[in-house]
């Protein structure tokens, strides 16, 4: 591979978060085979929405964002299970993570 290039991916990838327990917070990694409008909350196993991570265009690419453990408004959440969803276009993705404190 040659360096600044990176492999596209087929279609929206979603990566496992990590770490996995986590505990401040966890690194929120996905690929875009073309640039489009990103979509990454955060949600409880209700379906209820604790934080929006990301409402804007993306370059084609792989991307990291961070999720440290609060809500809309800075408070931080309890421990437990939540669920990441990234919303491309036509295309969602999910992924489960585990708050522990």
């Known amino acids: 591979m040659t360096a600044g290039l990176e492999r596209l991916p087929a279609r929206v990838e979603l990566y496992p978060n990590y770490p996995n327990p986590f505990n401040p917070s966890t690194t929120l990694r996905f690929a875009l085979r073309e640039a489009g409008r990103v979509q990454l909350e955060i949600r409880n ?6 934080q929006v991570i990301a409402d804007r265009v993306f370059e084609a690419g792989t ?3 961070t999720w440290n453990g609060t809500d809309e408004g800075g408070r931080a959440v309890a421990s437990g299970i939540y669920l990441v969803r990234l919303i491309v ?12 404190k």
């Open 63 to 65: 991307h990291t964002l």
């Open 45 to 50: 196993v209700r379906g209820q929405l604790v």
């Open 89 to 100: 276009g036509s295309e969602v993705a999910t992924g489960r993570l585990t708050l522990v």
